[in-house]
């Protein structure tokens, strides 16, 4: 698949690098939940959530280990 170039590819680029840390994230919220450690999970949770609203505009969804 050839690249793009211009702004439109670095934007791109950028987004898809963001969406891979996020999943990273979640893995990483996952494996403090896992090993009883929820206050560390609860504060990354926090981060996350703060990064898809207000950085990325958005909508929060639910953790597949939150309780909601």
């Keep these: 698949m050839p690249q793009g170039t211009g702004r439109?590819?670095?934007?791109d680029r950028y987004e898809q690098a963001a969406?891979?840390?996020?999943?990273m994230l979640d893995w990483c919220?996952?494996?403090f939940v896992g090993i009883h450690k929820d206050q560390i999970a609860?504060?990354?949770a926090s981060n996350r959530r703060y990064i898809k609203e207000h950085l990325m505009h958005e909508p929060e969804e639910p953790l597949p280990t939150s309780k909601k």
């Excluded at 969406?19 to 999943?23: G, H, I, M, P, R």
């Design 29 to 31: 919220i996952g494996f």
């Design 19 to 23: 969406t891979e840390a996020l999943e």
């Design 42 to 44: 609860s504060r990354l």
């Design 8 to 11: 439109h590819s670095e934007v």
